[in-house]
C-alpha cells in the first residue's frame, strides 16, 4: 500500500466535468492501444483526476498514472465533446511536481541543462567523444552525437529559423537543410542568437511550469521584431504556439501568432519553391503527435513534400511512435511497445523511406532500424541533386 | 501473519494471473462505470489472455460463491457492464487477436476483444467488412457487440449482429467451455447461438467469435436531406421506404445534434436546419443512381431544402464522422446525458418524436435526437448537468414520459443498446409476469449459481425474493 498525501490540482471544474466517458477516445490513445487497461487511457486518466480532486488526497499509485501518458494529445483530435486534455494533464503534472516529489532533483536537473546551451554543448561533445572510444553503452539507445558542428550563418532578415537545444546540439544539420529550403525561395534567413536555446516544451510536459515560464520569456527575447519565426520541430512550434496561454500577456500572445511550423509557412509559399521533375519513390509521413494534433498542420507537410515526391499514408490514424520528449527515457518499455505498433503500420504501408518534422520521433524510430529523415531533409537533398544535374 | 491464513479470491486469482488481477482503489472505481450514468464498484478486476484463463476465473468465482461480470470496451449504453454485488470485473480486452480470416467461406475467427471497427479495416484489403457498425465502432469490442446483439446505421439493410456471427467459443457460468452454433449454414437443433448472443454476458461468455464477412458494396452514395421542420423530415422516412428503397443506412439529426456535431467535424451541416437525414445507398451502379433520384423526387414532396450528393469518400466519411460521434459530443450542450433506445413503427415517428419533445419541455430539459429512422430506432439523448440540485429527478421522469409515449404506440424497450441494468425495471411493461418468469427459466438454464452479471435484465422478483435492492450501489435509479 503506498502512501497517501494531501494534493490539490486545481483542475478547472468544467473541464473535468467535460468527459461524458464515452470512450471513443480509447483507440486514439498510445498507452491504451498497448495495454487495453482504463487506467492508461484518457477516459480513466480524467476520472481518476476527479477521484484526487474531490478526495484531495493521492498516491504513489495515481502519479504512476498520471505519469504513464506521454501527452501526444491523440484523444484531443478524437473528442467529440472537445475536452481539453493536454492543459488538464499539464495542469495535474504541475500540481504534483509542486507539491510532491514527483520530480526529484536529479530529473529537475537534468531538464535545466536544456535551457543552459553552454554547458549542452560541452556535454554533448563529451558524449560524442565517448562514444568514439565506444564508452557509452549501446542499452541508453542514444543516437550518434556529430563530434564537431558547423555553425549556422544569418543570410538575411525575412524569417527567423527557431534553433533550440538538444535539436542544435544534436541536429544542426537538420536546420542546414532546413535552412536552406527556407532560401530556395529567396527570403533571408535571420537566427537567434546563443540566448534563445531551449522553449520549455519538455519542462511543462514534466510539471515545471515555473522553469518553462523563465525559459519562454528568454525565447520572446531573442526574437525581435515582427519577422515569421519558423520552427522545424513540431513539439517545440507547438510549445513556441501556446507562449501566449502559457505567460498570459498580450506581448507573448504576439510573439506565438508570429509562430509557424516551417511546412505551414512553405506552403504558403509554394510557388517560390524551386520547380523540379523528380522521379524519386514515394516516402511515407509519419505525423508527429505536436504538429497532427496540437498544431494541427500536418497537411502542410504533405502539401510541400508533393512538389517534389510523393506521399504514402500510414493507416493508424496517426497513432504516437512513443517518442514523446523525454518519454522514450523515462518509460522505455512502453515506449518500445508504442514504437512497435508504428513499425507495423509502416511494413504495412509498403513503403520504406520514413520523413517526420521531429526529432524525437526521428531519434525514436531510428533506433528501431527506421530509415527516416526531416522532411525538409530530404527535398533538401532532391533541390540538391537536380541542381548538380543542370 | 499464519502461512496457514485461508486463501482469499484474490490470492487465487494472483496465483491464476499474477499482475493481471487488480484491486487498487482508485482502478477499482475506473472499471464500475461504462457509458451510461450508472456506477458501482468491483471487487477485482482480471485481465485474462485466453479461453483456459477465463475458465479458470469462472471456476474460482464459483468456488467462492462471487458474481462476475465480462467487460469489452466499456462503452455500453445501459449499464450492462456496470458491477452489482462486489463482483469480479473480468475484461477480455487484452484478448484482441483475429485468429483467422477464411476468405474462401467468408469466416473470421476473433477473439472478444477485437475492436469492431480494427476488424473492418484488417479485411478492407481483401475487400470484405463485418456488416454490424454501432455508431462507438471505433472502440466497442465484438464481444460487446455480441453481448448486446448490437446494430449500426448500416443494419437498416444488412440486419445486427446475430445476423453475421454464425459462432462462438463460450465460458458457461459453470466454467465448462463449449461452441454455440457452427460454421455450417444451417445448424441442427435449438438455435443456442442465437439465445447466447443478446444475453450481456448472463449466459456465460464468449472467449472466440465466428463471424460472417459481407463484400465492400460495388458502389456508394451518401446523402444529406436538410428539413425546416422535423416532422417533414419523419414523414419523408417513410415515404423513402415506401418508394421501394431499403437504404444502407438512413439516419435522422435534429437541430441540437446538428450544432454539437458540426463543431467537432466541421462537415458542414446545415446547423440551421431543424432535422437532416443522412442517407446511404449502396450496391450496383444503376441501381444506387436510379434510387438517388428517387430520393430526390422524395425529398421535393416532403420539403427538403437541399439535397447533398458527398463528392468523395473524404466528404462522405467526414458526413459518418459527424453522425457516429455524435453521442460523445453532448458535453458541447451539457456534461452528462441519459439515453432511451426504445423502437417505434415507423409510420409513429412523427407523433412519438413530438412526445420526446412535450416530455423535455414539460422537465424544462434539452433534447438531442440523433437515431437510426429508417428502423425507427429512437435514441433520445437528454442533456443535464448532474451538479445541478434536483436535476436526476426531472431527467428521471422524463425519460418515463418517453418510454411510455413509445410503449403506447406500440414500440419496444430497446432497439441496440440492451437492457443491462439501466432499462432493467422497465421490463414489466413490455412482458407479463409469466413472459419474465419463462425468460428467468432460460437463464437459470444457463446459471443455476445466479453468478453471470446477476440483477441485469430481468428485473429481481421476477422469479426469486425480492433481494436485490441491498446489492445495489448508490447512484443506482431503481
Not at chain 1, 55 to 82: H, K, L, N, W, Y
Not at chain 2, 39 to 56: H, I, K, N, R
Not at chain 2, 261 to 280: K, M, S
Not at chain 2, 285 to 303: F, L
Request: proline letters at 5%; charged letters at 20%; aromatic letters at 6%.
Amino acid at each position: 500500500m503506498s502512501k497517501n498525501f494531501k494534493v490539490s490540482l486545481g483542475i478547472d471544474e468544467d473541464a473535468l466535468a467535460s468527459c461524458v466517458s464515452c470512450g471513443l477516445c480509447l483507440p486514439h490513445c498510445p498507452t491504451y492501444r498497448v495495454t487495453q487497461e482504463e487506467t492508461a487511457s484518457p477516459r480513466g486518466r480524467i476520472a481518476l483526476m476527479r477521484q484526487v480532486e474531490a478526495a484531495g488526497v493521492a498516491d504513489d499509485t495515481f502519479i504512476s498514472f498520471m505519469d504513464a501518458c506521454i501527452q501526444c494529445r491523440g484523444c484531443e483530435t478524437a473528442c467529440p465533446s472537445g475536452v481539453p486534455f493536454g492543459p488538464m494533464m499539464e495542469t495535474t503534472r504541475e500540481a504534483l511536481a509542486d507539491q510532491t516529489s514527483y520530480q526529484p532533483r536529479y530529473r529537475r536537473l537534468g531538464y535545466s541543462v536544456l535551457g543552459m546551451p553552454r554547458l549542452l554543448a560541452l556535454g554533448s561533445r563529451l558524449i560524442a567523444v565517448l562514444q568514439r572510444l565506444r564508452l557509452i553503452p549501446s542499452r541508453l539507445a542514444l543516437p550518434r552525437i556529430p563530434l564537431r558542428q558547423t555553425k549556422l550563418k544569418a543570410s538575411g532578415d525575412d524569417v527567423w529559423l527557431f534553433t533550440g537545444c538538444i535539436m542544435d546540439a544534436w541536429m544542426r544539420d537538420t536546420h542546414a537543410a532546413v535552412k536552406r529550403v527556407v532560401e530556395s525561395t529567396g527570403a533571408g534567413v535571420r537566427l537567434p542568437g546563443n540566448e534563445a536555446g531551449c522553449c520549455g516544451a519538455l519542462h511543462v510536459h514534466a510539471g515545471l511550469t515555473l522553469k518553462a515560464k523563465k525559459l519562454a520569456n528568454k525565447v520572446i527575447e531573442a526574437f525581435p521584431g515582427t519577422n515569421p519565426i519558423l520552427v522545424d520541430s513540431a513539439g517545440c512550434g507547438a510549445q513556441l504556439k501556446d507562449y501566449g496561454h502559457l505567460l498570459g500577456t498580450t506581448k507573448a500572445a504576439a510573439f506565438s501568432s508570429r509562430v509557424f511550423d516551417v511546412h505551414e509557412w512553405l506552403a504558403e509559399n509554394l510557388d517560390k519553391l524551386p520547380k523540379i521533375n523528380s522521379d524519386e519513390p514515394p516516402v511515407i509521413v509519419q505525423d508527429p503527435c505536436h504538429l497532427r494534433h496540437v498544431q494541427r498542420s500536418h497537411e502542410a507537410v504533405r502539401l510541400v513534400m508533393n512538389q517534389y515526391i510523393g506521399t504514402i499514408e500510414l493507416d493508424d490514424d496517426g497513432l504516437c511512435c512513443g517518442a514523446g520528449g523525454a518519454y522514450s527515457s523515462l518509460h522505455p518499455e512502453t515506449a518500445a511497445e508504442v514504437r512497435t505498433r508504428k513499425l507495423e503500420s509502416i511494413n504495412r504501408s509498403g513503403g520504406t523511406n520514413v520523413v517526420s518534422a521531429n526529432p524525437g520521433c526521428m531519434l525514436h524510430l531510428q533506433q528501431a532500424g527506421v530509415s527516416i529523415q526531416h522532411p525538409l531533409e530530404l527535398v533538401d537533398s532532391i533541390i540538391a541533386r537536380a541542381m548538380k544535374r543542370e | 501473519m499464519s502461512s496457514k491464513r485461508k486463501k482469499t479470491i484474490f490470492d487465487e486469482l494472483k496465483a491464476l494471473l499474477g499482475s493481471r488481477v487488480r484491486a487498487d482503489d482508485m482502478e477499482l472505481q475506473l472499471y464500475g462505470k461504462d457509458s451510461s450514468v450508472l456506477s458501482g464498484v468491483p471487487s477485482t478486476v482480471c485481465f485474462p489472455l485466453d479461453a483456459e484463463e477465463v475458465q479458470g476465473i469462472v471456476n474460482i468465482c464459483n468456488r467462492f460463491q462471487r458474481p462476475f461480470i465480462a467487460r469489452g470496451s466499456g462503452t455500453g449504453l445501459a449499464g450492462g457492464a456496470v458491477p452489482v454485488g462486489n463482483p469480479v470485473i473480468i475484461s477480455t480486452a487484452k484478448m484482441n487477436k483475429i485468429l483467422d480470416i477464411d476468405l474462401e467461406d467468408r469466416i473470421a475467427w476473433v477473439e472478444p476483444g477485437v475492436l469492431n471497427l480494427d476488424l473492418s479495416k484488417a479485411l478492407k484489403e481483401f475487400g470484405f467488412h463485418f456488416a454490424p457498425d454501432p455508431s462507438s465502432q471505433q472502440v466497442c469490442s465484438i464481444g460487446g457487440n455480441v453481448a448486446n446483439n448490437s446494430g449500426g446505421p448500416h443494419c437498416l439493410a444488412y440486419g445486427v449482429t446475430t445476423s453475421h456471427v454464425l459462432a462462438a467459443e463460450v465460458v458457461l457460468p459453470n466454467a465448462e467451455i463449449v461452441t454455440l452454433g457452427g460454421i455450417d449454414p444451417e445448424p441442427t437443433g435449438y438455435d443456442l447461438r442465437g439465445l447466447f448472443i443478446g444475453s450481456e454476458g448472463t449466459m456465460g461468455i464468449a472467449t472466440k467469435i465466428a463471424v460472417r464477412l459481407t463484400p465492400n458494396p460495388p458502389d456508394v452514395r451518401t446523402l444529406l436531406l436538410d428539413f425546416a421542420d422535423v416532422s417533414d423530415g419523419a414523414l419523408a422516412v417513410s415515404a423513402i421506404i415506401n418508394a421501394g428503397i431499403i437504404p444502407a443506412a438512413l439516419e435522422m439529426m435534429d437541430h441540437n445534434a446538428i450544432g454539437m456535431i458540426e463543431a467537432f467535424v466541421h462537415a458542414g451541416y446545415p446547423v440551421e436546419a431543424a432535422a437532416v437525414l443522412l442517407v446511404e445507398l449502396d450496391g450496383l451502379s444503376g441501381a444506387v443512381e436510379a434510387a438517388v433520384e428517387t430520393i430526390k423526387d422524395v425529398a421535393k414532396i416532403h420539403n427538403a431544402g437541399s439535397v447533398r450528393i458527398a463528392k468523395d469518400e473524404t466528404e462522405r466519411a467526414l458526413l459518418w464522422k459527424g453522425r457516429k460521434n455524435a453521442f460523445g459530443a453532448v458535453a458541447r450542450i451539457k456534461p452528462d446525458y441519459y439515453l432511451h433506445d426504445t423502437v417505434v413503427p415507423r409510420s409513429k415517428l412523427v407523433e412519438v418524436l413530438n412526445q420526446v419533445y412535450q416530455a423535455a419541455d414539460k422537465y424544462d430539459l434539452i433534447a438531442i435526437n440523433v437515431f437510426h429512422a429508417g428502423d425507427g430506432n429512437l435514441h433520445p439523448i437528454l442533456a443535464y448537468d448532474a451538479r445541478e440540485p434536483g436535476i436526476l429527478e426531472r431527467v428521471h421522469s422524463a425519460g418515463d414520459a418517453i418510454i411510455k409515449a413509445s410503449m403506447d404506440a406500440g414500440g419496444v424497450l430497446s432497439g441496440e443498446h440492451g437492457i443491462g441494468l439501466e432499462k432493467r425495471d422497465f421490463m414489466h411493461l413490455l412482458f407479463s409476469a409469466h413472459d419474465m418468469f419463462t425468460q428467468d427459466l432460460i437463464r437459470e438454464a444457463f446459471d443455476p449459481q445466479g453468478l453471470a452479471n446477476p440483477l441485469k435484465i430481468l428485473p429481481s422478483g421476477s422469479r426469486c425474493s425480492d433481494s436485490f435492492k441491498q446489492h445495489v450501489p448508490e447512484g443506482v435509479w431503481v
